[in-house]
Every structure is written in C-alpha cells, then in structure tokens.
C-alpha cells in the first residue's frame, strides 16, 4: 500500500520516468524556504547554487530538515522501497528575467553511481511553470540506456556545469512538469530533461534532493557519504554525513566544499 502516491500516480512514474505535482509543503512553508534562501543570497557575493554544490543541505539545517521531510521520505519509498539514502542536493535557481537555460540531459551521466538509478525529487520554493522555466522532460525515456552521449558544451548561459547536452532529440513529445510552491516533482536520473529561461518577473528557485537505494554505489571515489533516511544499508556503501550544528558552521562549509573537491577531481579524471 503506497503512502503517499496514488495509484495513478505510481502508474504515471512507470510510463514517463518522473511523476507530478506531489503536494510537500504548505504555501507558509514554501514561503519561509524563499525567505531563507533570499536572505542567503543577499549576504553572499556568489549565487547559492554555485557556492554549495553536491551537498548543499550540509550547511544548512532548513535544507537537512526538507531533506528529512517524513512525507518526502514516504515518497521516495513509494518509488524505491524501504533503505534510502540521501547522497546529494542542489538548488536550481533562475532569477526573474533570467536568460539561463538547462540542456537537455540525463543526470545518470556525471552521479558516478553503480548501479546508474538514482531519482530526484526537485522541490519548488516559488512557482515552476512554462513562463518561469519550470523543468520539462521526454516521457519515457528512462526506459532507455542509462549513458547516452553528451556533448559538454560549456555554455555560459547553460546551468550545467559543463554544459553537457545531448543533441538530436526528437523533442516533440516534450512535457512541462509545472509546480506551485511547496510541491514536488520526481524524476530518474535516466530521464531526458531540460528548462528554459525564465520570462517571469519572480525567481524560480527549485531545491533538487537526490536519493537512492542504499544499495547504490558511488563507484568514482572512495568514501561516499549520504544521509541514511530510513531502513538498512547492509553492504555499509555510505558513511553518515555529518548534521551541521548550526547555519554555515565552519566545519559543515568545509565538509561541503571537500565533497565536492572529491566529486569534481573524480568525474574529472573520469572523462
Ligand atoms: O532546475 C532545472 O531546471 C533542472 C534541474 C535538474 O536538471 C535536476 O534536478 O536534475
């Protein structure tokens, strides 16, 4: 018996590789993410999203208590069973009248995970629609292979580190996946998804929280760390990471940071 998604639900997340709107939180709440997130960024010289990468909830202990949300939890259970780990998250973010765009990809290209499943739940602080540059995606296509080519294009105005883009799609069968705020999409990390710019006069700020089954390895580097949600981890793949005692403690920015050291030396030699 599924706990938070219906039937049909599960049976849209089978067909199309990603299932929509899933109510999280309560519009206040949605709120309160924003302003936490604002006054972030107005205390920084650097978008969030760009200085808080792979682990961005490790400094923050708002971001640690949405990624441990008992019906994100639920959720996520609902997809992929009982031993949940968290191994990343990031903020996707467009400011009002934002240019940036998001290629179309597939997130299995650059996790390092073995086996390659992996499903992100992308969280709206403020709303995600066609005219804000919500994410859209090719239903069906985590049906596929699990790697499909990548240019890495290093497009200024591309979100993607790289700018990785997989080219010649046949896109005609694109859907938008919009959201109010404090509702969630989920996606595998096989599925082909992009966003556009954004044409509205508010920011699009999203929250992307990325789980697997404990059995998921991160086969690039040693020593993975994830969050343990719920259940087991039998073959111990993931140390626990460490809870930040308060916000942007020394200790939980340097954890952050050093992951992402970790990750970026490793997908680097990789290609
Ligand atoms: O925020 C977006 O538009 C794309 C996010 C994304 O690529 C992801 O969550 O995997």
């Given at each position: 018996?599924?706990?938070?998604?219906?039937?049909?639900?599960?049976?849209?997340?089978?067909?199309?590789?990603?299932?929509?709107?899933?109510?999280?939180?309560?519009?206040?709440?949605?709120?309160?993410?924003?302003?936490?997130?604002?006054?972030?960024?107005?205390?920084?010289?650097?978008?969030?999203?760009?200085?808080?990468?792979?682990?961005?909830?490790?400094?923050?202990?708002?971001?640690?208590?949405?990624?441990?949300?008992?019906?994100?939890?639920?959720?996520?259970?609902?997809?992929?069973?009982?031993?949940?780990?968290?191994?990343?998250?990031?903020?996707?973010?467009?400011?009002?009248?934002d240019p940036r765009f998001i290629s179309w990809h597939q997130d299995s290209t650059y996790y390092g995970l073995e086996p390659p499943e992996s499903i992100t739940a992308w969280v709206a602080f403020t709303r995600a629609n066609a005219e804000s540059g919500c994410m859209k995606i090719l239903p069906g296509t985590h049906r596929g292979e699990a790697i499909l080519p990548h240019e890495e294009t290093y497009d200024e105005k591309n979100l993607l580190s790289r700018g990785q883009t997989i080219r010649d799609l046949d896109i005609s069968t694109a859907v938008d996946m919009p959201l109010a705020p404090g509702q969630m999409s989920i996606h595998h990390n096989k599925t082909i998804h992009s966003s556009e710019p954004n044409n509205a006069d508010w920011p699009r700020v999203g929250f992307a929280i990325h789980f697997a089954d404990s059995s998921v390895r991160q086969a690039q580097f040693d020593n993975p760390l994830a969050i343990h949600i719920r259940g087991d981890d039998p073959d111990g793949n993931w140390i626990e990471d460490p809870r930040p005692e308060y916000e942007l403690s020394p200790e939980s920015v340097a954890a952050c940071d050093d992951y992402w050291e970790r990750y970026r030396n490793a997908m680097t030699a990789q290609t």
């Open positions: 018996m599924p706990k938070v998604l219906t039937d049909e639900q599960l049976a849209h997340w089978n067909r199309d590789g990603a299932v929509w709107p899933i109510d999280l939180l309560t519009a206040e709440e949605a709120a309160d993410y924003t302003r936490r997130f604002e006054a972030l960024e107005a205390s920084m010289e650097t978008e969030a999203q760009a200085r808080f990468r792979m682990k961005a909830h490790l400094p923050f202990p708002w971001l640690w208590d949405l990624v441990m949300h008992p019906r994100l939890a639920d959720a996520i259970e609902d997809i992929i069973g009982p031993d949940i780990v968290c191994w990343g998250s990031s903020f996707f973010t467009k400011k009002a009248h």
